[in-house]
């Protein structure tokens, strides 16, 4: 009954997420988008706190700490950024929500029970929680240096094409090696977290800072779609649902920014990467 | 091991083409997109990506009372995912409410 209630609930706040995406595409319903986007996150919130859940221990005062430093510092942050610092300002809670989708990763690996099989579905999407979240946190961290300044622009990597593929190879055996394991092995975790945290550095360090809305774009699509391997964890259809709806509606915004600058988006990811080597 | 992928495929059908109709929804639900818009968009759009909090709010409620390293890193899961939430949400309203403004000032 209660389980029936609190789905249908979350229902409600995916739909709200949903008109509110499409009225903040249209200049005349942009605002009123956003609101309905936002009632519809505290719908979803509230009803986490309170769905039926088998031996929840709750430690609500731990969740209101959380809530309350978070909304302090992001309305704070939100209400004092200059409008001009707004694109550095997305980047760094873009970073924060992929953040967010790493711990949840890490701690689900750390609680995993002791006899479960590696070749699972839940190690899978521990897994794809993490990767995908440090990706995103590392890489939005950069992307907020390169605009605010305090990461020089011209800042290379030798070879970064190079790094970048290894990097993306190092990550596809060590999670071969977690998923063909017999127990879990911590190290293999804390090295998977390391190389993730790695990749999203070199792969966004090489793009120039006119190009930075845009990977601003694609990374907050990640992000999305990191909530979307956290939902999956713990099957939450508002979690898995809103975050591929981020995912999929970033990509399509990637590429009409990308339009917009007469680039295309390869040419903004390589473009950076082959700028740097050729001025090196 | 083809197996265990027509096993996972067989297990999870309902949340596979959910997902798939959900990544088209999502491609399909912002059309053409002044270019005005294209910030705050992608900052409400990250804003949502919040949602994240809700997975952490699932992982502290479900820690034993004693288990300090999932409540810790979990109510700190919660509050970057709220600033994400919170802040992402003002600021893109802030940066609607300038259009607006422009727009009044344009007229009168």
């Known amino acids: 009954m209660e389980t029936t209630i609190s789905q249908l609930l979350y229902l409600i706040s995916l739909v709200l997420f949903i008109v509110g995406l499409k009225g903040l595409s249209h200049p005349e319903t942009a605002r009123r988008g956003n609101l309905i986007a936002a009632s519809g996150m505290i719908l979803g919130i509230i009803v986490a706190l309170f769905q039926p859940m088998q031996d929840a221990s709750n430690n609500y005062l731990w969740i209101l700490g959380g809530v309350i430093v978070g909304s302090a510092i992001g309305l704070t942050a939100a209400k004092k950024v200059q409008m001009t610092k707004m694109p550095e300002m997305v980047s760094l809670f873009n970073g924060l929500g992929g953040a967010c989708a790493m711990f949840i990763g890490f701690v689900e690996f750390y609680n995993l029970p002791a006899q479960t099989e590696m070749m699972s579905g839940s190690v899978f999407t521990n897994i794809f929680a993490l990767v995908i979240g440090s990706i995103s946190f590392s890489g939005s961290l950069i992307a907020y240096g390169k605009l605010n300044g305090s990461l020089r622009d011209s800042l290379k990597l030798p070879a970064p094409q190079v790094i970048n593929v290894l990097n993306l190879i190092g990550i596809f055996v060590i999670c071969g090696l977690i998923l063909s394991g017999s127990e879990l092995d911590m190290n293999l975790v804390i090295a998977l977290f390391a190389l993730s945290l790695t990749y999203g550095v070199v792969f966004v360090t090489p793009i120039g800072g006119g190009d930075m809305p845009v990977v601003i774009s694609l990374l907050n699509s990640i992000t999305g779609i990191g909530a979307m391997g956290a939902g999956l964890i713990y099957s939450n259809n508002v979690m898995i649902i809103g975050g591929i709806l981020v995912g999929a509606s970033g990509v399509i915004l990637t590429v009409m920014m990308c339009k917009a600058m007469n680039r295309t988006l390869f040419n903004v990811i390589i473009g950076g990467i082959s700028s740097s080597s050729s001025s090196a | ?108």
């Open chain 2, 1 to 108: 091991m083809l197996e265990i992928i027509i096993q996972f495929f067989a297990d999870n059908l309902p949340m596979i083409i959910m997902l798939v109709l959900a990544s088209f929804l999502g491609m399909e639900i912002i059309g053409k997109v002044p270019t005005v818009l294209h910030t705050p968009l992608m900052s409400g759009a990250n804003a949502i990506s919040g949602v994240v909090a809700i997975g952490a709010i699932i992982l502290v409620r479900s820690a034993s009372p004693d288990d300090y390293f999932s409540l810790g890193l979990g109510s700190v899961g919660i509050a970057l995912a709220i600033i994400n939430v919170a802040g992402g949400f003002a600021v893109t309203n802030r940066m609607l409410e300038m259009f607006k403004k422009k727009k009044d000032n344009k007229s009168s």
